[in-house]
């Protein structure tokens, strides 16, 4: 900051202001990255931690010093002299506070939890000049005039107020995973947000030859009014659902398979509309009857999903009204090769009533783990502990647990209250074990492009590891916190 001095005399003395500046800091946090095994066990992978939070501008500059005025002089005899006028201080500037930087979560993630940065303080008064006193001069002159009161110092600017990191109270699914060492490998939705600091886009909607990316309100929740306006006037599809991991295990219409030797075709994107805390919002509406065509979503090049023996779990989110007896809609962990590799290749939430290979308790629907040549409800093709669904419930959490070794898990319950119930916790079915999984993900079909099913999904997420039940159970509750249905 640049020193000014002001000097004024007119019989013998001067005042000197000098102004100080107060040199102001300014701090950033920068952004991180981000076992207790459950009763179906499994080893928990590594998770990461949240964004630091951004600091806000230090204290605003010091104020000018106080200026004495001067000093009336003493006249010479006969003559009074006159006091100079001594001048206020002007005062320094206050500094300028700059907010934290907002660190990011998840992919696109804007600031978890970053604090906002305080501003630079007011800045200081100026002093106030003291006026000179006169001496009356001898011998005949008149008194000298006293010095005129200085001009008090110009007020500081106060400091800016420092920007600070954006702040989110929310948190999904995601956050709650990656607090257990079990983070998301994948994660997809239409309707929301699965970490509390995402603000990327959650699928991407074509019409003709024109694509546009659908975003978030700033509440987490999908802004379809984006959709609405672009789809305007045609018919649009969704053409990416992307993947809020930092793995970016984007899904797209499915390449050719064993049953679709076309490829996948991608779904109408004003199909399966519902309301989620007050927003509108579309579900992936799959209608499927056989054929070489078909509504699926696949990725056979993705990061960070088990393979082999390694443990994982994952959830959806499904329409509990729709579905079918065939194979299969499913969502989950599959064979890259888009042909049926055998017993244990791969690993998937199915929900049906399909009873071409097993059944659970009662007429179904029921949730099954979509593991290869059968949708098995428990470790036998007659698992009667895995009952029906509730028929009351109009939106269904879903859950597969797939830890190493034989066991494995599956639970159910309403995604808009109460807790998950337990339709499975035992061994897996005879020749299944150990897992020999290849990585892929799959949505709406079987992992050999099995093309029969219906059934709509609105969100879901693979883990790295299994996670404990306590675990499972915060993911009910955040489920339950979205507002299916409302």
């Not at 200085?150 to 420092?162: E, R």
């Amino acid at each position: 900051m640049k020193r000014a001095h002001r000097t004024e005399s007119k019989v013998a003395l001067s005042a000197v202001l000098a102004l100080s500046a107060l040199v102001v800091l300014v701090g950033c946090g920068p952004p991180s990255k981000g076992t207790t095994p459950s009763q179906t066990g499994g080893t928990t992978g590594t998770g990461s931690t949240g964004g630091s939070t951004g600091s806000g501008g230090d204290s605003a500059g010091t104020g000018g010093a106080t200026s004495s005025g001067g000093t009336g002089g003493s006249g010479p005899t006969g003559s009074g002299g006159a006091g100079a006028t001594g001048s206020g201080g002007v005062n320094g500037n206050g500094g300028t506070g700059t907010g934290g930087i907002t660190p990011q979560g998840g992919r696109g993630g804007g600031a978890s939890g970053g604090a906002t940065a305080t501003g630079g303080g007011a800045g200081g008064s100026g002093g106030t000049g003291t006026g000179g006193s006169a001496q009356g001069g001898t011998g005949g002159g008149s008194p000298g005039s006293g010095g005129t009161v200085g001009t008090g110092g110009t007020s500081g600017s106060a400091g800016t107020s420092g920007s600070g990191g954006s702040t989110s109270s929310r948190t999904g699914p995601c956050d709650i995973y990656m607090a257990a060492n079990t983070p998301c490998a994948a994660a997809h939705s239409t309707v929301r947000a699965l970490y509390g600091a995402y603000n990327g886009p959650l699928y991407q909607v074509r019409k003709g030859s024109s694509t546009k990316d659908i975003p978030l309100l700033a509440d987490g929740y999908v802004d379809i009014s984006v959709q609405d306006s672009f789809c305007s006037g045609g018919t649009c599809t969704i053409s990416i659902i992307y993947d809020q991991s930092p793995n970016k295990n984007d899904l797209v219409k499915s390449p050719k398979a064993l049953w679709l030797p076309n490829g996948g075709d991608e779904v109408n994107a004003t199909l399966a509309s519902i309301k989620i805390n007050g927003h509108t919002a579309h579900g992936i509406y799959v209608d499927n009857s056989g054929g070489s065509t078909g509504v699926g979503y696949r990725n056979n090049a993705t990061k960070g999903l088990a393979k082999n023996d390694e443990a994982e779990a994952m959830y959806a989110v499904f329409d509990a009204k729709r579905y079918n007896q065939w194979c299969c809609f499913d969502y989950g962990n599959a064979e890259t090769s888009g042909v049926d590799d055998g017993n244990a290749t791969m690993e998937a939430i199915y929900f049906g009533n399909s009873t071409q290979w097993t059944r659970g308790g009662g007429a179904g629907p029921w949730v099954a783990a979509d593991i290869e040549n059968g949708m098995f409800e428990g470790d036998s093709t007659n698992a009667a502990s895995n009952t029906s669904i509730d028929s009351s419930w109009a939106y269904l959490t879903a859950m597969l647990k797939g830890p190493s070794g034989n066991a494995m898990g599956l639970k159910a319950g309403s995604a808009q209250s109460g807790a998950l119930q337990t339709k499975w916790n035992g061994k897996r079915p005879p020749g299944y074990s150990p897992k020999k999984l290849n990585g892929a993900i799959i949505l709406g079909t079987g992992g050999d492009g099995s093309n029969n099913a219906k059934g709509t999904f609105f969100e879901g997420a693979i883990t790295s590891g299994n996670p404990p039940d306590s675990v499972d159970d915060q993911i009910q509750a955040n489920i339950v916190a979205a507002g299916y249905g409302h």
